[in-house]
């Protein structure tokens, strides 16, 4: 299988940690989807990674679609099946997606021209940023274990570490830093870092 793919989108690393736990080898194909000249779009008509390409041709996307993918196919141990705990890890991946849904396009306002930047988008993407890190923060009892819910937080937090220093968001969340700080130290998440 190939993972189209990105080095710092937080959404592939969500894939690929899921993949690691799983023990799924996937073949990366590096894609740099914002480039003019790119013609991605015949993958993945989202024009976004990450893409899975199965071994039949069929392309799955995108991240919460392939980590299900992975979950029932190799699985299942990432997602139960039915009942409350599927609502809570579908739940907690809702929370760690849309940290990442804040953070990502935050980081792309921020990349335009200072006089192009609209204010108040950026601070629409700080509030819900603010607001599911101390959600979080408040109900960290809730991250145990590994399932699609911890790890798709895991990495949004590290994502907003990396492209958004100076939050310094676990500076004043210490529960959430030291969970976050532990789940780090999975081999799955030390393997699909981003860049330095």
Same mark, same amino acid.
């Given at each position: 299988?190939?993972?189209?793919?990105?080095?710092?989108?937080?959404?592939?690393?969500?894939?690929?940690?899921?993949?690691?736990?799983?023990?799924?080898?996937?073949?990366?194909?590096?894609?740099?989807?914002?480039?003019?000249?790119?013609?991605?779009?015949a993958?993945?008509?989202?024009?976004?990674? %990450? +893409?899975? /390409?199965?071994?039949?041709? =069929?392309?799955?996307?995108?991240?919460?679609?392939?980590?299900?993918y $992975? @979950?029932v196919?190799?699985?299942?141990?990432?997602?139960?099946?039915?009942?409350?705990?599927?609502?809570?890890?579908?739940?907690?991946?809702?929370?760690?997606?849309?940290?990442?849904?804040?953070?990502?396009?935050?980081r792309?306002?921020?990349?335009? %021209? +200072?006089? /192009?930047?609209?204010?108040? =988008?950026?601070?629409?993407?700080?509030?819900?940023?603010?607001?599911? $890190? @101390?959600?979080?923060?408040?109900?960290?009892?809730?991250?145990?274990?590994?399932?699609?819910?911890?790890?798709?937080?895991?990495?949004?937090?590290?994502?907003?570490?990396?492209?958004?220093?100076?939050?310094?968001?676990?500076?004043?969340?210490?529960?959430? +830093?030291?969970?976050?700080?532990?789940?780090?130290?999975?081999?799955?998440?030390?393997?699909?870092?981003f860049?330095?």
């Open positions: 299988m190939k993972l189209f793919y990105a080095k710092t989108s937080p959404y592939v690393r969500k894939v690929r940690v899921a993949a690691a736990e799983l023990g799924v080898d996937l073949e990366l194909v590096e894609t740099n989807a914002a480039a003019p000249e790119s013609n991605y779009g993958i993945n008509p989202v024009h976004r990674v %990450p +893409a899975l /390409q199965l071994d039949t041709g =069929r392309v799955l996307f995108d991240s919460p679609v392939i980590c299900e $992975l @979950d196919t190799y699985g299942p141990r990432l997602l139960p099946a039915s009942g409350e705990e599927r609502w809570e890890v579908l739940t907690l991946q809702a929370l760690g997606d849309g940290l990442m849904d804040a953070a990502v396009p935050r792309g306002e921020q990349m335009r %021209p +200072a006089e /192009q930047q609209s204010p108040e =988008r950026l601070a629409l993407y700080i509030r819900s940023m603010t607001q599911i $890190l @101390d959600h979080l923060e408040a109900s960290t009892d809730r991250l145990a274990g590994v399932d699609l819910g911890t790890i798709a937080i895991s990495c949004a937090l590290h994502y907003v570490a990396f492209r958004h220093p100076g939050d310094d968001w676990s500076a004043t969340r210490p529960r959430l +830093a030291a969970w976050n700080s532990a789940f780090a130290a999975r081999p799955s998440m030390e393997n699909t870092r860049p330095a």
